[in-house]
């Protein structure tokens, strides 16, 4: 298959495994942009129900948030209202880092 071919045919394309991105900046912002980042990914993978989420959150990155006035309700349980509507097979993993880092990483991990 041709360069061409292979560009112009995203299935012919392998994607790195797990996809993993960073996200910094108010909390609400943070979660739009996960959503909209999940929403792409879907469409890469093809398939939501071969999809699995993790979120890591650093404490130390939330608390600073939360210093600057950032509320992390209503919008955590709208984002995961809304995440619930893609038909993911499981909620999204949380896991609360200690060390200081970017304010959330999302890792999206799929079966082949």
């Not at 999809?51 to 006035?69: E, F, M, N, Q, T």
Request: with cysteine; net charge positive; hydrophobic share 45%.
């Amino acid at each position: 298959m041709s360069r061409t071919a292979r560009l112009l045919n995203p299935a012919s394309q392998t994607l790195p495994t797990p996809l993993v991105w960073t996200f910094d900046g108010p909390f609400e912002d943070c979660l739009a942009d996960i959503e909209d980042t999940l929403r792409r990914a879907v469409v890469l993978v093809g398939d939501v129900s071969r999809i699995a989420l993790l979120i890591d959150l650093s404490l130390p990155a939330l608390k600073r948030r939360v210093d600057a006035g950032d509320t992390l309700q209503p919008a955590w349980g709208r984002f995961i209202e809304r995440t619930a509507r893609y038909g993911l097979p499981a909620a999204p993993r949380v896991r609360h880092l200690r060390n200081a880092g970017p304010l959330a990483t999302l890792v999206i991990a799929y079966r082949n």
